[in-house]
């Protein structure tokens, strides 16, 4: 993993680490006895890593949710699944990169994945259309869902979307009319479905593929209705100042309240999957591990329900969500 | 106020709306033609020159489309909490405060039962004037209860919407509520009753990606802006001009996602048409 990139609020871990490495380089060349000295740097830097994740505000929470580093879809089923097999198109006008999807293996188990996909450097990036579906790409996954339930197997969402695409072929082909049929859909699909956010979850792109019995985020994950920093755009219009920006955006992250903490205590998620101490980023195999550990504790629960007791149950969670009061 | 420009009880009252304007002239918004308010009065707000349709209130459209003395409304007393104690320059409270003020009105959607030429409808319309139509928790309950009573008494469901984006002050549960009107809506696709929606300008974001594209039928009023992204969220991801045309209604009769464009003045007739053919009973369509 490349590991040159870190976020504002990861470099003095990032100072310390290098630190270590350097007096590791000069032990072994030198022949130095240089361990109480490493030993000291590496408590010192765990107590920094577990002081600064524990004070992270939610604007720096959507930061690692972003960080360029974190683990994507297809990084996740390599080590969570076996025998993925890729199914691509709509069947109607395209292929859409920024979602994927195919069968695969848990464990003993055959399901259906489907995830969004985001790629990592300026070219993969272009390929997957930063992770921002056509309509095609809702398509396609309404399309995987049915199948799966045609031949009863499960179905496994990871989320991870800036939002769905805005642009002119977009709403030509109907952005809005296939997100509004999949979240219809998923109500009627007679096969268990559990999502996970593993990263950014933005409005109607994410709940496009977002509907299921089991709702899980990954901890340093985001999931809204607008970014922070769409959010602050609306409510303080162009602001020139890059410090006033800033503030403005850590404004609407904690106004917003996006992060797993918020969503559970709002009773929208039903759990949060530990990430690594530092974020997912760290450490690719922990991350899947957890999240693996989880898909194989909540699945088997949710396969001994028949269509008709998932499906009443799937409804009631989504018809109680909201707040409001009668006078 | 003059007596010849009262409101007159028949037409289409003009209320509080930025739109129209309280004045004998008004210039249409679309061609710059000049109107009388009176002859707009008698023309359901829609520009004689252009075709333009002025927005209209949420009650203006109750009596355009219900029988008079039918409307029977449900749920009125709810109103918006404020789940996430959203912090703004501005407390959610007090801005749902003053549109309530404003509008008379407690959240952005009327709803209840009544009848359109006589066929009994579960109704629900959007008032753009209460914070731009946008859809938080009580706009959701309001249209997932309204779904329930076409459920529960087997009443097509009509629904005009108008909307300028999500309850940002809702956060998450503002989101949510595409998922709980489209979860309701699965069922009375289920049980065959109809559903009628009906897009006004303009009707976007959240509101347009659930139950507004829903409809076993949607129609809309001629040259509204309807879509997903707003035009200016595009232009900008684009970084360029949009196409004259882009997003409206014709636009998307064109692209294959509306199955007709209505003027006001024939929505009654059109919906009330449109229920007859899709329910059961097989009503003929001219024993009115
Ligand atoms: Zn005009």
């Known amino acids: 993993m490349d590991d040159k990139y870190y976020l504002e609020f990861e470099k003095p871990i990032v100072e310390l680490d290098n630190k270590i490495k350097e007096i590791r380089d000069l032990a072994g060349s030198s022949g130095a006895d240089l361990e109480e000295e490493i030993k000291n740097l590496e408590k010192k830097r765990n107590k920094l890593q577990g002081d600064v994740y524990s004070r992270l505000n939610r604007w720096q929470r959507v930061q690692l949710a972003r960080h360029p580093l974190r683990p994507y879809s297809l990084d996740l089923v390599s080590l969570i699944f076996d025998d993925f097999i890729e199914l691509h198109g709509d069947r109607y006008f395209s292929e859409d990169r920024a979602l994927v999807g195919g069968f695969a293996m848990l464990n003993n188990q055959a399901v259906m994945f489907v995830g969004q996909q985001k790629g990592r450097n300026v070219k993969q990036r272009q390929y997957r ?199 | 106020m003059v007596e010849w420009f009262k409101r007159s009880k028949k037409g289409i009252s003009s209320d509080e709306r930025r739109d129209i304007p309280d004045g004998v002239w008004t210039k249409c918004s679309s061609c710059g033609e000049i109107l009388t308010v009176i002859s707009l009065e008698k023309s359901y707000w829609v520009c004689s020159k252009c075709d333009y349709h002025f927005r209209i209130s949420a009650d203006s459209y109750i009596k355009l489309i219900i029988d008079d003395g039918t409307f029977e409304e449900y749920d009125g007393n709810l109103i918006s909490g404020d789940p996430l104690k959203f912090k703004d320059s501005k407390k959610y409270p007090e801005r749902i405060a003053a549109a309530r003020k404003k509008t008379g009105k407690n959240d952005a959607v009327i709803s209840g039962l009544g009848r359109i030429n006589g066929l009994d409808a579960s109704f629900a319309v959007m008032d753009f004037n209460f914070i731009g139509a946008s859809m938080g928790s009580v706009v959701g309950e309001k249209i997932a209860r309204a779904i329930e009573r076409s459920l529960d008494r087997e009443f097509p469901l009509v629904i005009v919407s108008c909307s300028g984006g999500a309850r940002m002050m809702e956060g998450i549960l503002s989101l949510m509520q595409m998922a709980k009107t489209s979860a309701l809506l699965s069922l009375l696709d289920k049980r065959r009753i109809p559903f009628i929606s009906v897009l006004t300008n303009p009707t976007t974001a959240g509101v347009m990606a659930s139950y507004a594209s829903l409809g076993d039928i949607i129609i809309a009023e001629p040259k509204a802006l309807l879509g997903f992204a707003g035009p200016r969220v595009i232009a900008q991801t684009i970084g360029g001009e949009l196409p004259p045309g882009f997003q409206s209604s014709e636009f998307l009769l064109e692209h294959g996602f509306l199955d007709a464009i209505v003027q006001r003045k024939n929505l009654k007739e059109t919906i009330s048409k449109l229920l007859k053919y899709m329910l059961h009973d097989n009503i003929s369509l001219f024993d009115q």
């Open chain 1, 129 to 327: 259309n930063f992770g921002m579906s056509h309509p095609e790409g809702y398509r396609k996954a309404l399309r995987l869902f049915c199948l799966a339930e045609k031949f009863g197997r499960p179905i496994i969402i990871f989320i991870d979307t800036p939002g769905a695409y805005c642009g002119i072929g977009a709403e030509e082909r109907g952005q809005a009319e296939a997100i509004a049929r999949n979240i219809r859909e998923m109500f009627a699909i007679e096969v268990p479905i559990v999502i996970v956010i593993i990263g950014e979850g933005a409005s109607g792109g994410a709940l496009g593929i977002g509907i299921g019995d089991i709702v899980l985020m990954l901890e340093n994950s985001w999931y809204s209705v607008i970014s922070p920093e769409g959010c602050a755009a609306i409510l303080w219009k162009s602001v020139d100042d890059p410090k006033q920006l800033e503030a403005n955006r850590i404004q609407a992250a904690e106004s917003l309240k996006p992060t797993s903490s918020d969503l559970l205590d709002l009773g929208i998620i039903d759990g949060i999957i530990p990430e690594p101490l530092g974020g997912a980023h760290r450490d690719y195999s922990a991350t899947a591990k957890n999240i693996k550990n989880k898909l194989v504790e909540v699945l088997p629960n949710l396969m001994g329900k028949n269509s008709q007791e998932l499906l009443a149950d799937r409804l009631r969670k989504y018809r109680s969500m909201g707040e409001f009061l009668e006078i």
